[in-house]
């Protein structure tokens, strides 16, 4: 293993027991290979829910008690074969979803939270979906993929992977994890940047001097016309197999997205790894 391989070393894959996150399972293995990570399922339950009859026979706590004894046992034979539980961990926790998903990333120290987002309607209201709040909310690393409930992610791969850059004051930032991301999993990294004709020349050379100052060569592709469509398709022309993009390294008033970078997770046809 090298140096550059530690940037992710701990996965937290967010379950919720449905046919959508089995299919869910070979990527995120995928991943793992990759980049020589340890996987932790993490399952968010809901400490009260009831069928109605319950409620006759028993009281809140042991609604509650059978509620998490279910969800424990489910959650410890859940994807046995692909994630053996003695390689494993599990980790069970209760309360609003994106909260708690977020909150065991931070508490267990992971690199990484993969989940899907949908195809469809679904994936058009993504702005709404438990896959955004922890887009906003998490510290670490998140990657998603389209997803539907019987289709199978598009896979993983690592010859290319493109990373979207802003040219803001995070920009360095984001380069330096792209690159070692990149590296760790032995791609080719290319760098993209949406500016007006005027500006084609200028970009280039910020470009140029943010790859110097990360210490890392990258081919460096300038892109015009309206901005989530001229990324995405210089990513389509790069022939992409993940695009990078950042987030505000902090959440404050406004969140740690943007619109542009909601629109481009929502429509990317790639993997996103939103850093």
Not at 78 to 87: D, M, T
Not at 113 to 121: K, Q
Not at 245 to 263: F, H, Q
Request: aromatic share 6%.
């Amino acid at each position: 293993m090298t140096a550059e391989a530690s940037v992710i070393q701990r996965i937290l894959f967010p379950v919720d027991f449905s046919p959508a996150c089995t299919a869910m399972a070979p990527y995120v293995k995928r991943a793992a290979e990759m980049f020589g990570a340890k996987v932790t399922l993490v399952h968010v339950f809901d400490l009260y829910s009831n069928y109605g009859f319950e409620l006759i026979a028993l009281n809140l706590r042991e609604i509650a008690e059978t509620n998490e004894a279910i969800s424990r046992d489910h959650l410890r034979t859940f994807l046995e074969s692909e994630f053996p539980p003695h390689a494993c961990s599990r980790i069970l926790r209760t309360g609003e979803a994106a909260a708690q998903i977020a909150g065991a990333a931070k508490d267990g120290a992971f690199d990484l939270i993969i989940m899907p987002t949908h195809t469809g309607r679904f994936r058009r209201m993504l702005l709404g979906s438990t896959t955004a709040k922890v887009l906003n909310d998490a510290d670490c690393m998140v990657m998603t993929t389209q997803h539907a409930e019987a289709t199978t992610p598009r896979p993983l791969e690592h010859r290319v992977w493109v990373c979207a850059i802003g040219l803001s004051q995070d920009s360095a930032r984001v380069l330096s994890i792209a690159s070692r991301a990149a590296a760790a999993v032995h791609a080719r990294l290319s760098v993209v940047h949406a500016a007006r004709e005027a500006a084609v020349e200028p970009a280039r050379r910020r470009l140029a001097e943010l790859l110097s100052a990360v210490g890392y060569h990258a081919e460096i592709r300038i892109a015009t016309g309206p901005v989530k469509e001229a990324l995405l398709d210089a990513a389509r022309a790069a022939a992409a197999d993940a695009l990078i993009v950042g987030r505000a390294p902090r959440s404050g008033a406004l969140g740690r997205m943007r619109d542009l970078t909601y629109s481009l997770i929502r429509d990317s046809p790639f993997p996103v790894l939103s850093v």
